[in-house]
């Protein structure tokens, strides 16, 4: 069965400090994994697709990581602002499905 | 750049009742999605519309009908509220598949009493 685990489930941090998120997968074939931003009372927002050949990837103080042989992403946001308080929400495709599997999401809270 | 536009926003049903959700977008996107979200459940897809035309059932299907009525508008009907069905339900639509990317709508908070 496709799965996708995220961890941790939250996370608490002050404002400009840095954290990781982590994203574990089974799924199979894989096709790619997309990180999705959710704010509060809002409809999720993609911020960055890794595909299988890719193991690095930035939008701005976002950067995901991901390592097939593994099974494993992570999202690095760097030097964190308050508007980052929100849940990350790990997507993953499966080669040849319209279904994907996603992970519960971390609920990430900045403080000032 | 209205995006995936969903209505409505918030409602309040009784058990029994029966009740349309829409939904619509601009962005001339072929497949289109709705997903219901339950707290620590994570988003679950009830049924998608790969194209115009075409529909299929998803992870939980079971008590809800969709409409693709043309390339814009896909809608979500539940026939007989159940208080089980209270969640927040997220419409959204890709170019081609959830392999591109998926925009989603801001969401109908629904309440079964």
């Known amino acids: 069965k496709n799965q996708v685990e995220q961890s941790p489930q939250s996370l608490i941090i002050l404002e400009g400090k840095n954290c990781t998120l982590q994203?574990?997968?089974?799924?199979?074939?894989?096709?790619?994994l997309r990180w999705y931003k959710q704010d509060t009372g809002r409809g999720p927002v993609s911020l960055t697709i890794m595909t299988f050949s890719e193991n690095t990837k930035s939008n701005g103080r976002y950067t995901a990581t991901l390592d097939a042989d593994t099974k494993q992403s992570s999202l690095h946001i760097t030097a964190s602002q308050l508007s980052d308080s929100a849940s990350y929400i790990c997507v993953v495709s499966a080669g040849g499905s319209y279904i994907p599997t996603f992970g519960r999401g971390t609920s990430l809270i900045v403080h000032p | 750049n209205a995006g995936v536009t969903q209505t409505p926003k918030f409602q309040v049903l009784k058990t029994g009742q029966s009740m349309t959700l829409q939904c619509a977008q601009d962005?001339?996107?072929?497949?289109m999605y709705w997903y219901r979200q339950d707290p620590g459940m994570g988003l679950r897809l009830i049924y998608y519309s790969a194209s115009e035309g075409t529909t299929d059932k998803g992870e939980v299907p079971n008590g809800y009908n969709v409409s693709r009525l043309n390339k814009r508008e896909f809608s979500l009907r539940l026939e007989s509220a159940a208080p089980s069905q209270t969640s927040v339900y997220f419409c959204a639509s890709s170019e081609q598949g959830m392999n591109t990317e998926a925009f989603f709508g801001q969401g109908t908070r629904l309440t079964v009493v």
């Open positions: 994203c574990n997968y089974t799924v199979s074939p894989f096709s790619n």
């Open positions: 962005m001339n996107h072929n497949s």
